[in-house]
């Protein structure tokens, strides 16, 4: 099984509706992340969480949520959804141990389709 | 704010044919360094890393990386690639003053042709 797993993998879905992509992760480490990727962008950071009462905003945080409802569980919703915001989604997870260097381990992405 | 760039969106490239990747950060002030691999339809993995210590690090499947300080670089080198290596290549810098979180490049695109 995988370290970090998203559900769904893929999602179709209309303008206006809610959605939850969800994330967790069997690593034990601290730190969770939602990244959203578009050709020729990279990743941009969505939200990030340190620990469970931890929440920070990213660098496109607008028109996103989320929740960390444990420590392996972090899940990222779009209020009302916009064809902009589709895209490949990753969860990742990342240690916060004295080691930490900012070294990412990442889910098998979402992708999700606005129509 | 840390910003990465990766020169070439594409390299197209024929087999056995060395490669380069580009990768260009903008402060070199205590920074991690990191290049990450997405095959297709998979998530990204980590390929090679520059933590400290040598400025070449080199992967388990013959890639290398070379941190260059005061050129701000670390480009991703192989000498010669395989139809495998067809993936998206992205570089990432972790800056230690903004708490070790990742800014990713835009991502090189590799297609290694037979």
């Known amino acids: 099984d995988a370290d970090v797993t998203q559900t769904p993998r893929n999602r179709i879905t209309k303008t206006g509706k809610r959605i939850m992509l969800e994330c967790s992760q069997t690593?034990?480490?601290?730190?969770m992340y939602w990244y959203r990727q578009d050709p020729g962008l990279g990743l941009r950071l969505i939200y990030y969480s340190f620990d469970v009462k931890d929440i920070n905003k990213g660098e496109i945080s607008d028109g996103y949520s989320v929740s960390r409802q444990a420590q392996a569980k972090f899940s990222l919703s779009l209020e009302s959804a916009i064809p902009n915001q589709t895209a490949l989604y990753f969860c990742?997870?990342?240690?916060?141990?004295?080691?930490?260097?900012?070294?990412?381990?990442f889910g098998e992405g979402s992708r999700l389709t606005v129509l | 704010a840390q910003s990465v760039t990766q020169l070439d969106s594409q390299v197209p490239v024929f087999e056995e044919a060395p490669v380069e990747l580009r990768c260009n950060y903008s402060s070199s002030v205590s920074v991690y360094l990191f290049w990450y691999v997405q095959y297709p339809n998979q998530g990204l993995q980590l390929l090679l890393k520059y933590l400290s210590g040598s400025t070449l690090v080199e992967s388990i499947n013959g890639f290398e990386a070379e941190f260059n300080k005061s050129q701000t670089s670390f480009h991703l080198r192989k000498p010669s690639v395989h139809i495998s290596d067809t993936a998206e290549y992205f570089c990432a810098v972790s800056d230690r003053a903004a708490g070790n979180k990742l800014t990713f490049g835009g991502g090189t695109r590799v297609l290694v042709k037979p």
């Open positions: 690593k034990g480490h601290d730190r």
């Open positions: 990742a997870t990342s240690d916060l141990g004295g080691a930490n260097t900012g070294e990412l381990f």
